[in-house]
């Protein structure tokens, strides 16, 4: 026999369940809000251990010193010194060389796959380049090294075996995925109506791509451009391995250098003791680049906001 349920009962559960739902969904924001606060706190914890270290630095490195004095000898027994700007100018040209092979390869293949690739040619291409972005950083180091440098020293014999000039190159090769991708999104985005209005007018398909789409989606292929500078400013590896660790003050890129995060990568090897002025420079280097890449960032969002269009 079915036992019967009287009304009260199924009253009773039904605002118990009611109950249980109401408490969970006012537990639900807090334990979203923990989650979210996760990364914040992450960040202010990264960001304080940087200051005070930074701070404890300074008290023994004159902060004028540190960012005007080109050389940088922190190891040296006799007199050490400490200095950004061989690690900043390395940095910068490095990063400079891989936005001259990134910028224009990745915007030309957002450009045909966005205007000129059917979409099954879209579906095989885009994944083929993004898979650039999946190989180890590592990987492309010992490419650089290995093939890319004597590849270049046939045709300039006064290249270093270590030098600038490989790394930038193949750092520019694995920026390509995240030019590309971002670019073919931006002007993927522009609405269709325009491409045809543009062509009713007599445009060509180059000058609707020049005139109506690059312009239209200008924000999101300059953000673009901003995050790939931001991913080879913070580049390790490639770096590290094929530019060598010669802290040389100067802009020919045919010479050894080593970048802001080559250099954290040398003292954190072991090769300066812990609570030692040589030590206590990584962490002043590394302020300094979390810094230069936080105005990367910020640059980036403005120009997306600033050129923004909704459509």
């Given at each position: 026999m079915q036992k019967t349920v009287s009304t009260k009962e199924l009253i009773r559960n039904k605002d118990k369940i009611s109950f249980i739902k109401m408490k969970f969904e006012k537990i639900i924001p807090f334990f979203l809000f923990a989650l979210a606060s996760v990364s914040i706190l992450t960040t202010l914890g990264i960001l304080s251990t940087l200051i005070y270290e930074t701070v404890l630095f300074f008290?023994?490195?004159?902060?004028?010193?540190?960012?005007?004095?080109?050389?940088?000898?922190?190891?040296s027994r006799v007199d050490p010194t400490f200095s950004i700007l061989p690690l900043l100018t390395g940095t910068v040209l490095i990063s400079l060389v891989a936005m001259l092979v990134a910028i224009p390869i990745g915007l030309t293949t957002a450009i045909y796959l966005s205007e000129y690739a059917s979409a099954n040619t879209r579906k095989i291409f885009k994944p083929i380049i993004e898979v650039l972005a999946g190989i180890p950083t590592i990987v492309y180091g010992f490419f650089a090294f290995t093939f890319v440098t004597p590849v270049l020293r046939e045709f300039i014999p006064a290249l270093q075996s270590t030098n600038a000039l490989s790394p930038g190159i193949v750092m520019g090769i694995m920026i390509i995925p995240l030019v590309a991708s971002l670019s073919e999104d931006a002007m993927s985005a522009v609405p269709?109506?325009?491409?045809?209005?543009?062509?009713?007018?007599?445009?060509?398909?180059?000058?609707?791509?020049?005139?109506?789409?690059?312009?239209?989606?200008?924000?999101?292929?300059?953000?673009?451009?901003?995050?790939?500078?931001?991913?080879?400013?913070?580049?390790?590896?490639?770096?590290?391995?094929?530019?060598?660790?010669?802290?040389?003050?100067?802009?020919?890129?045919?010479?050894?250098?080593?970048?802001?995060?080559?250099?954290i990568v040398e003292v954190t090897s072991g090769d300066a003791g812990a609570?030692?002025?040589?030590?206590?420079?990584?962490?002043?280097?590394?302020?300094a680049l979390f810094f230069f890449t936080l105005l990367m960032n910020m640059f980036?969002?403005?120009?997306?906001?600033?050129?923004?269009?909704?459509?």
């Amino acid at each position: 026999m079915q036992k019967t349920v009287s009304t009260k009962e199924l009253i009773r559960n039904k605002d118990k369940i009611s109950f249980i739902k109401m408490k969970f969904e006012k537990i639900i924001p807090f334990f979203l809000f923990a989650l979210a606060s996760v990364s914040i706190l992450t960040t202010l914890g990264i960001l304080s251990t940087l200051i005070y270290e930074t701070v404890l630095f300074f008290r023994e490195v004159s902060i004028i010193e540190f960012f005007t004095n080109t050389e940088m000898k922190p190891l040296s027994r006799v007199d050490p010194t400490f200095s950004i700007l061989p690690l900043l100018t390395g940095t910068v040209l490095i990063s400079l060389v891989a936005m001259l092979v990134a910028i224009p390869i990745g915007l030309t293949t957002a450009i045909y796959l966005s205007e000129y690739a059917s979409a099954n040619t879209r579906k095989i291409f885009k994944p083929i380049i993004e898979v650039l972005a999946g190989i180890p950083t590592i990987v492309y180091g010992f490419f650089a090294f290995t093939f890319v440098t004597p590849v270049l020293r046939e045709f300039i014999p006064a290249l270093q075996s270590t030098n600038a000039l490989s790394p930038g190159i193949v750092m520019g090769i694995m920026i390509i995925p995240l030019v590309a991708s971002l670019s073919e999104d931006a002007m993927s985005a522009v609405p269709k109506a325009m491409r045809e209005g543009a062509l009713a007018l007599g445009a060509t398909k180059l000058e609707v791509t020049f005139r109506v789409v690059i312009p239209a989606a200008i924000s999101g292929i300059i953000a673009s451009f901003v995050l790939g500078i931001s991913r080879a400013i913070g580049e390790t590896m490639i770096v590290t391995i094929a530019s060598g660790s010669s802290k040389n003050f100067t802009f020919d890129i045919t010479q050894s250098m080593q970048t802001m995060t080559a250099y954290i990568v040398e003292v954190t090897s072991g090769d300066a003791g812990a609570g030692t002025t040589a030590y206590y420079s990584l962490y002043a280097v590394a302020f300094a680049l979390f810094f230069f890449t936080l105005l990367m960032n910020m640059f980036a969002r403005y120009i997306s906001r600033k050129y923004r269009e909704a459509y």
